[in-house]
């Protein structure tokens, strides 16, 4: 499904897509396939070994381990389930950026809701087949397409896996957007098709088109279905290369972007770009497909699997003794080999010409020495050690120090993390560009506002569509378009990632980084370390210095114009909670008081006042001796 509900098929000769041109894709895309047979290959071997069907790709092989039991050990396996819960739990969020100051609002709005949109397309199931998809094959692929049938016809960002035997692409190319040609094929009943597109009705001769199929465990049957395909290239529109799309079944145009007055000049989608995601394990030259762990693999893998079936019949020959005995022997074979009967019948003698037993040699030690390690062997490689999963550290028995290991041994899966981590990141640009050019009204969403609390926001695209710049002096300065940058990072961390960052902050606060004082002291030590968020955590105890001095200014002003005594002493406390030891340079001043007779009421005595009874009082004295006030 794409961009907007498909009309019946057009059938108008003066058409720029017809018949004619559906066979030029046709032609085009068994091309493509044929190109494309190699990587099909390993893709169906590793689905193979995956399901534990390491049998049938040795025998391809040629190897051989004669009838009967054939091991089939889960080392491989493991490898891949264990990759996948490294990638599960370094589940990626968006941070979208602006590039300019004046699109912060709106960056922050899309950090909002992006992730909104994510979960509305159930993304977290997406991404967790992807990364099988990934971790077995070595590649995986999303589909980031506006469907028109989402909300009742409104509209909305569609984001899904998709397999690999169902794309194709220009063979040799690495990035799949320099493809001439980009190909999704799909299976659909005939009579769904025929209900949606009546004029289809006695044009569906066959299948068509038939992509590889993987080897199900269920029958499936394809007689009744017809393959759709979707067809995307680009053609250039004056400088601008346009993206245009074709969807049809046999030789009949379902839908055509060149076709509708709409989409003929703009195209499919205003960022140009074919609208599928390839996040690869291990890159190979040539192809934009990477391999996996099972490519890396086999090999030890297949080793362990001969060498456990042999040991297997060896064990079992000699838990099961075997004999050789003449066809004119005089044994009753029967009662020989029923063990609930404590007496065997024979005629006459018996000897080891009539009966003898058949020798067994034990495996040596070394044979089991080899397959620890061819075990140690695939563990190394894969990457998969114990320390890896948790399950030894080589004798080390200090918790933090086996956390340490663990965090030192997960090296290669948080590279390959870093990788879907860039394929989440084109995801997400290609859903900024369709709400940019599809959300004209108006959507609602709930987000998650500040300190966890539930809110409701509203969201068009006014904010992040090209925007006039006005003239200036006479010249037109054309327009502007809002860009953003996209950091990814993991929403859900490792245990030990979050002990360690919380005895980190817990260190921070108990030597006195967070105290609004020692602003300087803490700001050079932080630009000497090197930990997540630093930048954060240094703006913050910035804003927390300049919040702290714009304080004791506005303190020292007030306790500048106080009067009254009670109200300098309240202010004076304010300043001690605040500065500490160093408010002791603005205690104010003690007060001079009088007796009042009449009351009783001790009281303020005016500066005046005080300054005249001190002249009269010296006056009164002999000379040379001076009173002072009280």
């Not at 534990?52 to 051989?64: A, P, S, Y």
């Not at 961390?493 to 609004?516: H, I």
Request: aromatic residues 10%.
């Amino acid at each position: 499904m794409e961009f907007q509900k498909e009309t019946a098929p057009q059938q108008k000769a003066a058409a720029p897509v017809g018949k004619e041109q559906t066979k030029q894709l046709l032609a085009v895309l068994e091309k493509y396939k044929s190109g494309k047979a190699r990587t099909e290959q390993r893709i169906l071997a590793s689905e193979n070994w995956w399901k534990l069907r390491n049998d049938t790709e040795i025998q391809k092989e040629g190897v051989t381990s004669g009838k009967g039991f054939q091991s089939k050990s889960g080392w491989l396996h493991n490898v891949i389930t264990s990759k996948h819960a490294d990638a599960i739990e370094a589940y990626p969020e968006p941070n979208i950026l602006p590039r300019e100051e004046q699109d912060k609002q709106e960056a922050q709005k899309l950090s909002d809701i992006v992730p909104c949109v994510l979960e509305q397309n159930n993304f977290e199931a997406t991404y967790n087949d992807v990364m099988w998809q990934k971790l077995k094959t070595g590649t995986g692929v999303y589909k980031v397409v506006w469907d028109q049938s989402k909300l009742n016809g409104l509209g909305d960002i569609s984001i899904e896996r998709v397999s690999l035997l169902n794309i194709y692409w220009e063979p040799g190319v690495t990035d799949i957007q320099k493809s001439r040609y980009f190909f999704h094929t799909e299976l659909h009943d005939k009579d769904a098709l025929m209900e949606r597109y009546p004029d289809l009705a006695g044009k569906l001769k066959s299948t068509g088109f038939v992509s590889t199929k993987f080897l199900y465990d269920d029958a499936v049957d394809t007689s009744d279905k017809a393959t759709v395909i979707d067809a995307y290239y680009h053609k250039y529109a004056g400088p601008k290369k346009v993206l245009h799309y074709v969807k049809f079944v046999d030789d009949v145009v379902l839908y055509a972007t060149e076709n509708d007055p709409k989409r003929a000049q703009r195209g499919l989608y205003d960022h140009g770009k074919f609208p599928f995601v390839f996040d690869a394990l291990f890159p190979v030259e040539g192809s934009p497909c990477g391999y996996g762990y099972v490519d890396l693999c086999r090999n030890p893998q297949t080793e362990i699997d001969l060498l456990k079936t042999a040991y297997v019949k060896n064990a079992r020959v000699g838990a099961v003794p075997r004999y050789f005995a003449r066809k004119d022997g005089n044994v009753n074979e029967d009662e020989f080999l029923d063990m609930d009967k404590p007496i065997v019948h024979v005629q006459g003698n018996v000897d080891e010409a009539s009966l003898r037993r058949v020798e067994h040699n034990s495996l040596d030690g070394n044979y089991i020495s080899v397959l620890e390690q061819t075990i140690d062997e695939l563990r190394q490689t894969s990457g998969n050690t114990e320390t890896a999963t948790g399950t030894g550290a080589s004798g080390v028995t200090a918790a933090s120090a086996i956390a340490a290991l663990q965090e030192a041994s997960g090296k290669g899966s948080r590279d390959s993390t870093k990788s879907s981590y860039r394929a989440y990141s084109q995801v997400v640009e290609m859903c900024i560009e369709l709400i940019r050019e599809r959300y004209d009204i108006p959507r609602q969403f709930r987000i998650v506002g500040q300190m966890g609390m539930e809110q409701f926001t509203s969201y068009s695209n006014a904010g992040i569509k090209p925007q006039h710049q006005g003239n200036a002096f006479g010249q037109d300065m054309g327009f502007r378009l809002p860009v953003f940058d996209i950091k990814i990072s993991a929403q859900k961390k490792s245990v030990y990632t979050k002990v360690s960052q919380n005895e980190l902050a817990l260190q921070f606060f108990q030597m006195g980084f967070f105290n609004p004082q020692m602003t300087d002291q803490s700001l050079m030590c932080l630009e000497m370390m090197d930990f997540d968020e630093k930048d954060t955590i240094m703006q913050r105890i910035a804003q927390m210095g300049t919040m702290h001095q714009m304080l004791m200014k506005y303190l020292q002003m007030a306790m500048g114009m106080a009067t009254d005594p009670m109200m300098q002493q309240m202010i004076y406390q304010d300043m001690v909670r605040v500065m500490g030891e160093a408010a002791q340079q603005f205690a104010p001043q003690p007060t001079v008081t009088q007796a009042d007779n009449v009351s009783g009421i001790q009281k303020k005595e005016h500066g005046i006042v005080r300054n005249a009874r001190e002249r009269s009082q010296n006056a009164s004295q002999p000379d040379g001796a001076q009173v002072k006030g009280g």
